[in-house]
């Protein structure tokens, strides 16, 4: 398991703050261990949007301002849940199909982070997602 309590030039708070590009959706995320495991998926909307995600527990993601400007997005099994600012279209976060008891998040909307300075990623296999394997996990 990767851990990183500093992103380039920014250190990850325990609280870190994060937002979505037009400012609309404000959230704070509990990360007492920094950003955990983030990763690329190579899904049907995960390899379209290209974001970098980590996760962490419902509990630990609190949606502070602009709660009011998310949209919610299903697909095929509509057990996942993506979420995005109406305003400027960015993901900021989605419950996750595989483990409904954490959300993934977008980690470029982390306040100060440049995903880029991450460098090489590994990628999930979300077109082969455990869930459609019938899995211990299947949903």
Not at 11 to 37: F, Q, T, Y
Not at 98 to 122: I, T
Request: aromatic residues 6%.
């Amino acid at each position: 398991m990767t851990s990183h309590k500093r992103i380039g030039d920014t250190p990850i708070k325990e609280r870190h703050g994060a937002s979505c590009h037009c400012g609309s959706v404000v959230m704070e995320l509990e990360l007492p261990d920094g950003v955990e495991n983030p990763r690329r998926c190579n899904c049907s909307i995960c390899s379209r949007r290209g974001a970098v995600t980590s996760s962490v527990p419902i509990d630990r993601l609190h949606i502070v301002r602009g709660g009011e400007f998310l949209t919610l997005y299903e697909f095929n099994s509509r057990v996942a849940k993506h979420y995005f600012c109406r305003v400027c279209g960015i993901y900021t976060h989605h419950r996750r199909r595989s483990d409904p008891s954490v959300f993934g998040y977008n980690v470029a909307c982390l306040e100060g982070v440049d995903v880029f300075a991450l460098g090489e990623l590994p990628t999930s296999d979300g077109k082969n997602h455990i869930c459609d394997r019938g899995g211990p996990n299947a949903v």
